[in-house]
């Protein structure tokens, strides 16, 4: 795919779905967070917002793929 080569060497990375985006709306704790979506592809620049559970924050990049269904 032509974003994976060209985010190769950089410090941004794409995620594909299943991969969780929470949006926090008040407070970054876990349990005030209720907005989780998985985008089609994601690309993140922070890598501090990174950890097992997916991204904290908006990405830096949201691809949804739109089909005829």
């Known amino acids: 795919m032509k974003l994976y ?3 190769s060497g950089k410090t941004c990375e794409a995620f594909i ?8 709306a008040v ?9 989780v979506v998985q985008p089609d592809l ?3 620049c ?3 917002k990174l950890d097992e559970r ?6 830096d ?3 949804e793929i739109l089909s005829p269904r």
Do not use: H, N
Request: with cysteine; net charge negative.
């Open 61 to 63: 990049l949201v691809v």
């Open 27 to 35: 407070s970054l704790a876990d349990e005030a967070i209720f907005t």
């Open 5 to 7: 080569a060209y985010l």
């Open 42 to 44: 994601c690309v993140v």
């Open 54 to 59: 997916g991204y904290l924050g908006a990405p």
């Open 46 to 48: 922070d890598a501090r």
């Open 17 to 24: 779905s299943p991969f969780d985006v929470r949006l926090p």
